[in-house]
């Protein structure tokens, strides 16, 4: 004769087991898909200029809100930098700011064209991965308020109400080794009317 409260009870215990582990499953799944989702986000090499300021005005207007550099800087930077959002490191990897990486963690290593004692040259450099446009544009904010670790206020002068101000605070305190750098800023938001955006 079989005990059916012996088995009632190991049914019980092994249904009790697959409820837990299908739950512990499903939060596994659901938080993989969370990581993967919030850490891949990717744009279209393909995109238009007009496309790429308006997916980043939003956020320039609102870091010079509230620090007061200028969104057009902002833009003009992440634009020259990226070619519009059109280079690998802006749509497959977030870095809008060609930004090197700090540390050994989310990085890649690509080239880059480097100006060095008058000369353009060709080199292979660590940079910084980001999770979005957004979390790029708030690491180069920081480096603005923050400085280097030699001059924490190398980039004061980028903390302007003019964009001519900010474009040439950037060059003549080394933000980039290209010495036509500010012109080309400057001319972008010229030819773009990023100003708008200030």
């Known amino acids: 004769m079989i005990d059916v409260k012996k088995n009632d009870d190991v049914i019980v215990i092994v249904a009790g087991i697959i409820v837990s582990l299908l739950v512990v499953l499903g939060v596994g799944i659901g938080a993989a898909y969370y990581q993967q989702t919030s850490l891949s986000q990717t744009h279209s090499a393909k995109i238009t200029t007009k496309e790429f300021i308006k997916e ?38 977030n870095n809008l700011f060609g930004i090197k990486a700090s540390g050994k963690t989310n990085r890649v ?23 979005s446009w957004k979390s790029s544009i708030d690491a180069h904010t920081k480096l603005i308020l923050n400085g280097t670790t030699d001059n924490p206020h190398r980039y004061r002068g980028v903390i302007t109400k003019s964009y001519t101000k900010a474009a040439w605070a950037l060059q003549n305190n080394g933000y980039a080794t290209d010495p036509n750098y500010a012109n080309e800023l400057i001319y972008a938001i010229k030819k773009f009317k990023l100003d708008q955006y200030d």
């Open 56 to 93: 980043i005005a939003p956020a320039a207007q609102a870091v010079e809100k509230k620090y007061g550099i200028p969104a057009s800087i902002i833009i003009a930077q992440a634009g020259t930098e990226s070619d519009w959002g059109r280079a690998k490191l802006a749509y497959k990897y």
């Open 109 to 131: 290593k690509m080239y880059t064209k480097e100006t060095l004692n008058g000369k353009t040259v060709t080199i292979k450099q660590y940079f910084q991965v980001y999770s």
